[in-house]
């Protein structure tokens, strides 16, 4: 049983934060959030507020999202929550902490950074308040999702799922995986209400990805996948409320929905749509078809993030007529001021023309190693940046890249962009170059060169992880082969300091 996967990248943040919520729970609480952050590295720090009364479950930012820190590190925030929801604290690109919060609590939490350097929350996060030891535990609970899908699948094989798509094997694999949810509950550690969100939650990560496996592994046949995915939604209904509060309420709305919109299409995928909306022509990308199936109150807040989103990942793909699509089914819609800057630029990025001084595409067919790439900027300072067009993580990091262009500018590094591009991915590159303005020098990999970097910088892994960073010196000699990410903010500049034996 084959399925897809999330991914969480992990840093390295200490953090301490109290939030304090006041006044009633039908109408807008006024929430005082203070802290202070330990040994920051990082260059900001964001709490994702809710968007329209959704908790902002795919980290869509605004600019009074990021907070603010004294000299000491200490902060202070006021915002308004209406509904209990699930909302997140990050700093640069760590690892998210999720705090479930409703009116009327007091949560304080402490993060430690050594757990996250060893790729486990467990013991890194200490949180006090009515549901402390709950937020704690679903924390480091819900730190692999991934890992916790095995676990699902392999007692669902044991049981002959695949087979017999008994339901019955589905209501025991997750019993067993709540059970730690259903102690608190009856140890009075947790309230009735977070009982309710974050076991929703969790049924809803591990749901997404069987109905993923339904419809994505080859291994059921169509009438089969409907009908599970009917039996998933029978049982377990998607309501406003799980897709309000939690993080992964959309995620498994989104795949209702999909699987109602595939119902009309014959195709393995969606296609793009084009609709009459109001006597106007709207074209609607597959991307967001499956949202047209959704209730008119879902739909205007989910439609409107998910675009958001991709445009922040793939910028040069999402562009005004997506938004015109929206905007005609929406015309009034409360998320109309998040399609202008500075949440969303409504200009056509991919036609800015290319500045030939600050982007420039290198000559690389022919470059069958590592070294013969370095040779082109042969004498130079070099920062070396493994990406592709189709890696999300790697668009991540662009959002740090003023500070980074800036540091490398005035010492005198060239940024090297080496992109690991595979089949139709190629027609996105210099869209995507032009859109998120990546100043420097760029390099499209060849198999070749690829297969030296993998032997060269990743040794026995039989692969390569990206995004990835180098530092090169005059000589061309690697002088650091595994150099932190520029969201790691001073470490980075640090790292480069050090390397280039730069004078402060």
Not at 22 to 47: A, E, M, T, Y
Not at 107 to 113: D, R
Not at 160 to 170: E, G, K, P
Not at 352 to 376: E, G, H, W, Y
Request: hydrophobic share 40%; with cysteine.
């Amino acid at each position: 049983m084959q399925a897809g996967y999330l991914k969480f990248s992990s840093i390295k943040p200490i953090l301490i934060f109290t939030v304090l919520f006041f006044s009633g729970f039908s109408c807008p609480s006024q929430i005082l959030i203070k802290g202070k952050i330990i040994n920051n590295n990082h260059s900001r720090v964001v709490l994702y507020e809710p968007i329209n009364n959704f908790a902002n479950n795919l980290l869509i930012e605004r600019p009074d999202f990021v907070l603010y820190l004294t000299p000491a590190g200490y902060f202070e925030k006021r915002l308004q929550i209406y509904l209990p929801c699930v909302i997140t604290i990050r700093v640069g690109q760590s690892q998210p902490v999720w705090l479930f919060v409703a009116p009327g609590d007091t949560v304080s939490v402490e993060i430690n950074t050594s757990a996250f350097d060893n790729f486990s929350p467990n013991g890194g996060i200490k949180i006090k308040g009515k549901n402390g030891t709950g937020n704690e535990f679903y924390n480091s609970f819900n730190y692999s999702p991934r890992r916790k899908f095995v676990v699902f699948e392999n007692m669902l094989d044991s049981m002959h799922f695949q087979r017999t798509l008994d339901f019955n094997a589905v209501y025991f694999a997750l019993s067993k995986i709540i059970y730690p949810f259903d102690s608190l509950l009856v140890k009075g550690k947790i309230t009735r209400l977070f009982y309710d969100i974050m076991v929703s939650d969790t049924k809803d990560v591990l749901l997404t990805e069987l109905i993923k496996f339904a419809f994505f592994s080859n291994r059921l046949n169509p009438d089969d996948a409907f009908a599970l995915v009917d039996s998933v939604y029978s049982k377990f209904p998607v309501t406003e409320d799980v897709i309000r509060s939690g993080l992964y309420g959309s995620s498994i709305a989104y795949y209702y929905y999909y699987s109602k919109a595939k119902k009309y299409y014959l195709n393995p995928h969606l296609d793009d749509s084009l609709l009459i909306k109001n006597g106007k022509k709207c074209f609607i990308s597959s991307n967001f078809v499956p949202w047209l199936y959704a209730p008119k109150n879902i739909q205007e807040t989910e439609w409107a993030m998910a675009i958001l989103q991709l445009k922040h990942l793939f910028s040069a793909s999402i562009g005004k007529r997506d938004v015109d699509a929206y905007l005609n089914f929406f015309p009034n819609s409360k998320m109309k001021d998040y399609f202008s800057p500075p949440y969303f630029k409504l200009t056509d990025e991919s036609a800015r023309p290319n500045d030939s001084a600050v982007i420039i595409f290198l000559k690389s067919d022919s470059l069958n190693s590592f070294d013969s790439a370095i040779t082109l900027l042969k004498g130079k300072r070099i920062l070396v940046d493994l990406w592709a067009t189709w890696c999300v993580p790697c668009k991540m990091e662009f959002s740090y890249n003023d500070q980074v262009d800036s540091f490398c500018t005035k010492n005198n590094i060239q940024r090297l962009y080496i992109a690991f591009e595979i089949g139709q991915t190629k027609l996105n590159l210099k869209r995507d170059i032009k859109a998120y303005n990546l100043k420097g020098f760029h390099v499209v990999a060849t198999q070749r060169l690829i297969d030296d970097i993998v032997k060269r910088f990743y040794p026995g892994q039989g692969g390569y992880t990206i995004p990835h960073y180098l530092l090169v010196n005059e000589q061309g000699k690697v002088i650091n082969a595994n150099a932190t990410r520029p969201s790691s903010g001073d470490n980075l500049f640090s790292e480069m300091k050090t390397a280039f034996n730069l004078k402060d």
